[in-house]
């Protein structure tokens, strides 16, 4: 699925940065990261088939946030949330879990895919964008994207058309993406104990045979 950047470039002149953003937006509203943590299986899966998505990124300085920045922040996560109907791996494509690029639908990890595919191509450096996993208030699991700005962490996300920082979302943070290895996951810190209680699907460490699938994780 694409997108036309002369489309993106007009929705971003019209789209104008919200002041309440930045105002806000205080030190300490990035995420605390712990140590390295097991990968989602269907990461995992998506990696042995796209491993330049996968490889180790440069860590460049967060994003300067501004109008513009925010603009195709909103534009993508609208334009992605407008385009793609939601719909569950089992519904689509009769099997637990596939993480992948959608084509008309799919569920909330391909959301997150899409939108870090098409800031990356519009220049936003990979290890700025995240692919996050979270808990919603039911206890469902939920994949969301985490953009990292020089004005805190924001939230692109599939059941939501607003951009917010990750501290106005209703989620428990459990882990992400590293920002200097797009294939190695790190904890977030403060979700310790929850984690802990709950099975995650994750991927088998290397020394491991085949992954089984431990369940899905929602979206």
């Given at each position: 699925?694409?997108?036309?950047?002369?489309?993106?470039?007009?929705?971003?002149?019209?789209?104008?940065?919200?002041?309440?953003?930045?105002?806000?937006?205080?030190?300490?509203?990035?995420?605390?990261?712990?140590?390295i943590t097991s990968q989602?299986?269907?990461?995992?899966?998506?990696?042995?088939?796209?491993?330049?998505?996968?490889?180790?990124?440069?860590?460049?300085?967060?994003?300067?946030?501004?109008?513009?920045?925010?603009?195709?922040?909103?534009?993508?996560?609208?334009?992605?949330?407008?385009?793609?109907?939601?719909?569950?791996?089992?519904?689509?494509?009769?099997?637990?879990?596939?993480?992948?690029y959608p084509t008309g639908?799919?569920?909330?990890?391909?959301?997150?895919?899409?939108?870090?595919?098409?800031?990356?191509?519009?220049?936003?450096?990979?290890?700025?964008?995240?692919?996050t996993m979270v808990f919603?208030?039911?206890?469902?699991?939920?994949?969301?994207?985490?953009?990292?700005?020089?004005?805190?962490?924001?939230?692109?996300?599939?059941?939501?058309?607003?951009?917010?920082?990750?501290?106005?979302?209703?989620?428990?943070?459990?882990?992400?993406?590293?920002?200097?290895?797009?294939?190695?996951?790190?904890?977030?810190?403060?979700?310790?104990?929850?984690?802990?209680?709950?099975?995650?699907?994750?991927?088998?460490?290397?020394?491991?045979?085949?992954?089984?699938?431990?369940?899905?994780?929602?979206?």
């Amino acid at each position: 699925m694409h997108i036309s950047f002369l489309l993106l470039a007009a929705a971003t002149s019209v789209v104008a940065f919200s002041s309440a953003a930045l105002a806000q937006s205080v030190l300490g509203s990035s995420m605390a990261t712990g140590g390295i943590t097991s990968q989602p299986i269907g990461h995992y899966e998506f990696c042995a088939l796209n491993r330049s998505e996968c490889r180790r990124t440069p860590v460049a300085q967060p994003v300067g946030l501004t109008d513009a920045t925010f603009a195709q922040l909103d534009a993508v996560n609208r334009h992605v949330n407008e385009s793609v109907v939601a719909v569950t791996d089992a519904q689509l494509y009769n099997l637990v879990e596939l993480w992948t690029y959608p084509t008309g639908a799919g569920d909330c990890e391909d959301f997150v895919l899409l939108k870090r595919q098409l800031l990356a191509a519009a220049g936003w450096p990979l290890s700025s964008l995240l692919i996050t996993m979270v808990f919603q208030a039911n206890g469902e699991g939920h994949a969301v994207l985490t953009v990292r700005t020089n004005h805190g962490d924001f939230i692109l996300d599939n059941l939501s058309n607003e951009v917010r920082l990750w501290t106005d979302t209703p989620y428990i943070y459990i882990k992400r993406q590293s920002d200097r290895d797009a294939g190695t996951w790190v904890s977030i810190s403060g979700s310790t104990m929850i984690a802990g209680n709950i099975a995650w699907p994750a991927a088998p460490a290397p020394a491991q045979g085949n992954p089984a699938l431990l369940g899905n994780i929602g979206g």
